[in-house]
């Protein structure tokens, strides 16, 4: 099947600081990408959509200004935690989409300090 | 709005026992439906999927699930599993990409 890589898969950094995570489908094109966050033994919760050189599309309650998207090409999403905090801290997961089936990423492991 | 209900957080099993985990969702129209397994260090992987005809869905890894319309529920069953099904497991609700994920059930296989 397809295959969605992140990087980093675990990142610490220190309160205030930003952190990019980047998303990318490696063997398709992928029109559409998608950031979720999931809490410790809690559900997936869709953070994001984001379209190829669009704006993404944010859900209610997440802070569009913290959580920067950009999906700059068809194989590549990155979001920017900007002055992260310790609350941001959380797993986050990406996933991606083509004319079949939507693919999910290992996920980053996001601490702040 | 919609919603997913895994009532079961944690299951433990037997290696070659039955596995069954229940899902309930609330959706105002006819609903996909989809079972992702989350293992460490892996992303989700799409067990199976019911979009519409026939209720009883089979999907990889020996997993099937039955749609009921009438109890709304989406239950996952497998007949014998295998330690590597030692998993956690979300059923889903909604459209490719606007999911709405349950809690998820942690399964864990015993000897």
């Known amino acids: 099947g397809a295959v969605v890589s992140q990087h980093p898969s675990w990142v610490i950094c220190k309160s205030g600081t930003s952190v990019k995570i980047e998303c990318r489908s490696l063997?398709?094109?992928?029109?559409?990408m998608f950031w979720y966050r999931q809490f410790p033994k809690q559900s997936l919760m869709l953070m994001a959509t984001?379209?190829?050189?669009?704006?993404?599309?944010?859900e209610q309650g997440v802070e569009k200004d913290k959580f920067l998207i950009n999906h700059a090409s068809l194989t590549l999403s990155t979001l920017t935690v900007t002055s992260a905090h310790p609350e941001d801290s959380s797993f986050y997961i990406c996933?991606?989409?083509?004319?079949?089936?939507?693919?999910f990423g290992p996920g980053t492991r996001l601490t702040v300090t | 709005a919609q919603s997913v209900t895994q009532p079961d957080i944690h299951i433990t099993v037997s290696e070659g026992a039955s596995l069954e985990l229940r899902c309930n969702y609330s959706?105002?129209?006819?609903?996909?439906l989809f079972w992702y397994v989350q293992s460490p260090g892996q992303g989700l992987q799409l067990l199976l999927k019911?979009?519409?005809?026939?209720?009883l869905v089979q999907g990889i890894k020996g997993f099937e699930a039955e749609f009921k319309r009438s109890q709304s529920s989406f239950n996952l069953r497998k007949p014998s599993v295998h330690w590597s099904d030692a998993a956690e497991y979300f059923c889903?609700?909604?459209?490719?990409?606007?999911?709405?994920f349950g809690a998820g059930t942690q399964v864990v296989v015993t000897p």
């Open positions: 889903a609700v909604g459209s490719w990409g606007k999911l709405q």
């Open positions: 959706y105002g129209a006819t609903p996909y």
């Open positions: 996933s991606a989409r083509d004319s079949r089936e939507q693919y």
């Open positions: 019911y979009f519409s005809g026939d209720t």
């Open positions: 984001s379209n190829e050189g669009s704006k993404a599309t944010y």
């Open positions: 063997d398709f094109q992928a029109t559409t």
